[in-house]
């Protein structure tokens, strides 16, 4: 390796919503002059495909998966797990550590950094061991990340261990956060004191504090005041927001976010479909790659579907091995006829990123995963919206009352909205007063968005500076953030 061409170790961590984002980045880096080696266990291979085509000079290393005693033989994503799969999958590739280092101390020129996933925080210590610097690469957002850091440092606990509504206060982030214990992030929520996987997880969190810097997949002027805040948080300025980051060749019918999985429609008839339709009549409903409806939580939305008149698309992912089929995903057997012309239900998996930028789509009901957030930024759709779990409490506060580009649908994993309301605000969403409103807000950070990934844009900057550090050549300075 050589300081004009550093050479990095990429992790990503094996989930949909995590992965997609770091491989775009990845081939961003590829792009900028950084050489690759990117490691992955053999079953997410597939999903590099088309990373590796774009950019033959990008090397594997496939590592095989630990055996673990609740991941099913033959899993190695987090798609193929339930909600709480993360927790074990974060404990099992911590198993990796061994292996890796010796990996780098095998190869004759190896990686001089590592760039890993928020997840795997037990990188740092691979790169403290080995003299080199490890990179947190944040597929979440500064908000929800800096309430996730502060719970992890503080350790705060109920007053009363039954109540699920007591409230956490965080008066240090900006906008003093505060959320019900049980909108906290699932993870801290299991969390029990000595167990060795809640105290590595713990301890992968304080590892991601004390990496050498964190890559944001966000904007400025989307969180500026929460990236500032980190900033001063971690006291020091290596916090570089580069998002949203795109999927190279976004027009790209057979782009990597379509690729990676498959879908009962074909890209080409959504889109001939949404042809059809009227600008800003749509609502598009998605709940990410890991969620999936519960049988009573998919009736009420059917039903709401079919009352409030409007035209749909649903994308619902069946029950995966770890869901229970008969409980999970099922989409009620009257539905699809009745609603015939009016709605498209997309099982598995919907071309997201092409159906929300379509002009067709109105409204984009989602569970409010950051990925879903950004890509319906970038394309100017307004959202309604209905947190499971996670981060995405807080970007569903980020978006309904900091930026006002979305409506509460309904909040919860667990929750069944009534569909009588859950249809009024389905139709209030494409044709209610304050439509428009929305609209102008969605369109306007639609426009910074695009402008920071540009040539001069903040996002573009920090790229630019962030390949620069990765060189040797430059430390970011505050006055390159403008703030
Ligand atoms: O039918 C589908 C379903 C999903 N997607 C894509 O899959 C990704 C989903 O990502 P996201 O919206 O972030 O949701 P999750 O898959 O649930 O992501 C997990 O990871 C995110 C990043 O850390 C977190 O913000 C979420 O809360 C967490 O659940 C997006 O790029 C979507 O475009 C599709 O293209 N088609």
């Known amino acids: 390796?050589?300081?004009?061409?550093?050479?990095?170790?990429?992790?990503?961590?094996?989930?949909?919503?995590?992965?997609?984002?770091?491989?775009?980045?990845?081939?961003?880096?590829?792009?900028?002059?950084?050489?690759?080696?990117?490691?992955?266990?053999?079953?997410?291979?597939?999903?590099?495909?088309?990373?590796?085509?774009?950019?033959?000079?990008?090397?594997?290393?496939?590592?095989?998966?630990?055996?673990?005693?609740?991941?099913?033989?033959?899993?190695?994503?987090?798609?193929?797990?339930?909600?709480?799969?993360?927790?074990?999958?974060?404990?099992?590739?911590?198993?990796?550590?061994?292996?890796?280092?010796?990996?780098?101390?095998?190869?004759?020129?190896?990686?001089?950094?590592?760039?890993?996933?928020?997840?795997?925080?037990?990188?740092?210590?691979?790169?403290?061991?080995?003299?080199?610097?490890?990179?947190?690469?944040?597929?979440?957002?500064?908000?929800?990340?800096?309430?996730?850091?502060?719970?992890?440092?503080?350790?705060?606990?109920?007053?009363?261990?039954?109540?699920?509504?007591?409230?956490?206060?965080?008066?240090?982030?900006?906008?003093?956060?505060?959320?019900?214990?049980?909108?906290?992030?699932?993870?801290?929520?299991?969390?029990?004191e000595g167990d060795p996987s809640s105290e590595f997880i713990r301890e992968c969190y304080l590892a991601d504090i004390a990496s050498h810097g964190i890559v944001f997949n966000t904007f400025m002027e989307l969180e500026n005041v929460y990236l500032d805040y980190l900033m001063k948080d971690l006291g020091h300025n290596r916090v570089w927001s580069v998002g949203p980051v795109l999927p190279p060749g976004e027009d790209d019918v057979s782009g990597q976010s379509n690729r990676a999985c498959s879908s009962s429609v074909l890209a080409s008839e959504i889109l001939a479909w949404l042809d059809?339709?009227?600008?800003?009549?749509?609502?598009?409903?998605?709940?990410?790659?890991?969620?999936?409806?519960?049988?009573?939580?998919?009736?009420?939305?059917?039903?709401?579907?079919?009352?409030?008149?409007?035209?749909?698309?649903?994308?619902?992912?069946?029950?995966?091995?770890?869901?229970?089929?008969?409980?999970?995903?099922v989409i009620p057997s009257w539905f699809e006829e009745k609603v015939a012309g009016r709605g498209l239900v997309v099982r598995d998996w919907a071309p997201q990123v092409l159906i929300l930028k379509h002009q067709a789509i109105g409204a984009f009901l989602t569970h409010c995963g950051w990925n879903s957030t950004l890509e319906s930024l970038i394309a100017g759709v307004p959202m309604l919206t209905w947190p499971m779990g996670a981060d995405q409490f807080a970007n569903a506060n980020l978006l309904v009352d900091e930026h006002e580009v979305a409506i509460r649908a309904c909040e919860g994993a667990q929750t069944v909205p009534n569909s009588d309301e859950l249809s009024k605000l389905l139709s209030e969403a494409v044709q209610g007063n304050k439509v428009e409103e929305r609209r102008l807000r969605a369109s306007e950070i639609r426009k910074v968005a695009i402008n920071g990934i540009k040539e001069g844009g903040n996002s573009f900057k920090d790229l630019a500076a962030f390949v620069k550090h990765l060189r040797g050549e430059a430390t970011k300075s505050k006055c390159e953030t403008n703030f």
Not at 98 to 116: G, K, M, T
Not at 280 to 308: P, R, W
Request: charged share 15%; with cysteine.
């Open 1 to 192: 390796m050589s300081e004009n061409h550093p050479h990095v170790l990429i992790f990503p961590y094996p989930a949909q919503g995590h992965m997609l984002p770091l491989l775009n980045f990845t081939h961003q880096l590829v792009n900028n002059g950084v050489a690759i080696t990117i490691l992955v266990t053999p079953k997410n291979l597939p999903i590099l495909d088309p990373l590796l085509s774009r950019n033959p000079s990008i090397k594997t290393l496939v590592w095989p998966f630990p055996s673990h005693p609740s991941i099913p033989a033959g899993v190695e994503n987090v798609k193929d797990l339930p909600a709480n799969g993360f927790r074990s999958m974060m404990y099992n590739l911590g198993k990796l550590r061994d292996p890796i280092l010796e990996w780098f101390r095998n190869h004759p020129s190896p990686p001089s950094a590592i760039i890993s996933d928020m997840f795997l925080g037990f990188t740092h210590e691979i790169a403290t061991q080995l003299g080199i610097r490890r990179y947190v690469f944040s597929t979440s957002g500064a908000l929800a990340l800096s309430v996730v850091y502060s719970l992890w440092r503080e350790m705060p606990k109920r007053k009363d261990p039954n109540d699920e509504n007591e409230t956490f206060h965080f008066p240090n982030i900006p906008n003093s956060p505060k959320f019900p214990f049980w909108q906290l992030s699932p993870i801290y929520q299991s969390y029990v």
């Open 276 to 329: 059809k339709c009227e600008d800003h009549s749509v609502v598009y409903v998605c709940f990410g790659s890991q969620a999936v409806l519960t049988n009573k939580q998919m009736e009420e939305l059917t039903i709401a579907l079919d009352k409030s008149g409007v035209k749909f698309i649903l994308s619902a992912k069946r029950a995966t091995k770890g869901y229970a089929s008969n409980d999970y995903g």
